[in-house]
């Protein structure tokens, strides 16, 4: 992050905006943990537990963007500090989107749990277990705010998407196959989906801490 500053006031606003995004971050990864966790173990009660988070990461939210609009205002911060505070109101966006594809992904887990598991299911845990791990580093790479993981992170999309296509086309394969499956397979195609957009997200926010950290804005690009 910014330097340290000798205004201790100051300071600590930047470090409890932080620490916010730091817990936000944290509730948007459990959410997305435990519904993939209910999936994998075809627990309904599981992942409706999960989905009860989501009010807590809708809430935080509003009080970071409060709390960043309001150094904004009083501090009028510059260099290192306004690329700090500008991105994270951009990371928030992408945390709050992650919390919603989490809930999406607890309720298509209870709905599957009330049904035989199709062998394409195992598939789509290890995709969530390759997303999961991407979105904390990417978290990693901000909280110790670090270009060099966060470019690690940027290199995982790719693969994310190419695992993302092999699945959908062999679910799309499976349904032909098995007219019975269609209902089951559909909701597994959302779910790949749900994982792709989550690690989508995962790399927004790496592409935020190499501009945080360099200045230097990597979307739509090489990422050089």
Known sequence: MAT??????????????RDRVLFMGAKAEEIARRSLAALAARDAELARRAISLDPEVDRLEVEIDELALAVLARRQPVASDLRFV???LKMVTDLERIGDLGVNIGERAAELAL???????????ELGEAVMLMLHEALDAFVHADEARARAVLEKDEAIDETFSRIFQ???????????????????????????????????????????????????????
């Open 4 to 17: 340290r500053h000798t205004d201790s006031f100051y300071e600590n606003e930047l470090e409890r905006l």
């Open 86 to 88: 500008a991105s994270v």
């Open 115 to 125: 049904h035989p598991q199709l062998p394409e299911q195992a598939d789509v845990v």
């Open 170 to 224: 062999n679910l799309v394969r499976t349904m032909i196959a098995r007219p019975d499956s269609v209902d089951r397979a559909t909701r597994l195609q959302s779910l790949a989906r749900y994982l792709e957009r989550i690690a989508d997200h995962a790399t927004n926010v790496a592409e935020r801490v190499v501009f945080m950290v360099r200045g230097k804005d990597v979307r739509h690009s090489n990422r050089g």
